[in-house]
């Protein structure tokens, strides 16, 4: 005989309700200018999975339709899907904040040398990849040469005002542990990749 008592019970729990929909984070695609060993979707020069145009307009159709504030891109290298930057413009165009999700070395490759300018004149906060403040550390887990490429380009986005006080352009970075090891606490982390930065490079950020 089949047990006819409700799966569910009743209780005093309140129902849950959704609040506004606040931030959309978009992947625009698994094309990156790297081949990260930590990369969970396994991007890479060689992917050619890209969000079209007609999905990107189906983006932006729902930041208009939902009043979403805040649009969240990453990868892949975002910045590498051909509508990239229509998508910042149009999105900036609505009053929407865009974050990019950036490798930093995207900034030093050929094709993108304005890029960090396009940022900078979209006020778009970047949320930059640099999973070390040490050279080999870096460039053990990403490819030879990163480090130096990713310090560069820092160094061009301090230009640009990015992680500056006062300068309304947010700059923060992501510490990517090396193993199967959780990272260590964030505030006393944070404190040290900003003294090493400052330090070895003359390089700001705002927050990691």
């Known amino acids: 005989m089949l047990d006819s008592r409700p799966l569910l019970v009743e209780t005093q729990f309140p ?3 959704r609040n506004r929909l606040e931030t ?4 625009l695609g698994y094309l990156c200018n790297l081949s990260c060993t930590h990369c969970h979707v396994n991007a890479g020069p060689t992917r050619k999975e890209l969000m079209n145009k007609s999905n990107i307009d189906l983006v932006l159709a729902l930041l208009k339709e939902k009043d979403i504030s805040q649009l969240d891109l990453t990868g892949g290298a975002p910045e590498m899907n051909p509508y990239f930057r229509y998508l910042v ?3 900036r ?3 929407v904040h865009v974050i990019d999700r950036c490798n ?3 900034l030093q490759e050929p094709g993108y040398e304005d890029l960090a300018e396009f940022l900078a004149a979209n006020e778009v906060e970047v949320v930059a990849s ?3 403040y040490t050279k080999d550390n870096v460039d053990q887990q ?3 040469g ?3 490429d990713s310090i560069k380009s820092l160094k061009l986005l301090n230009k640009l005002g990015y992680g500056v006080e006062g300068s309304g352009l947010t700059l923060s970075l992501v510490y990517n542990p090396g193993g199967p090891f959780l990272p260590p606490p964030q505030q006393q982390l944070e404190q040290d990749y900003k003294k090493e930065l400052y330090e070895n490079f003359d390089i700001l950020f705002d927050q990691l």
């Open 15 to 17: 129902s849950l309700k």
């Open 24 to 27: 959309l984070q978009v992947n």
């Open 89 to 91: 413009e149009e999105a």
């Open 93 to 95: 165009s609505l009053g």
């Open 104 to 106: 930093l070395t995207i």
């Open 130 to 132: 640099l999973p070390c």
């Open 142 to 144: 990403r490819g030879k």
């Open 146 to 148: 990163v480090f130096e």
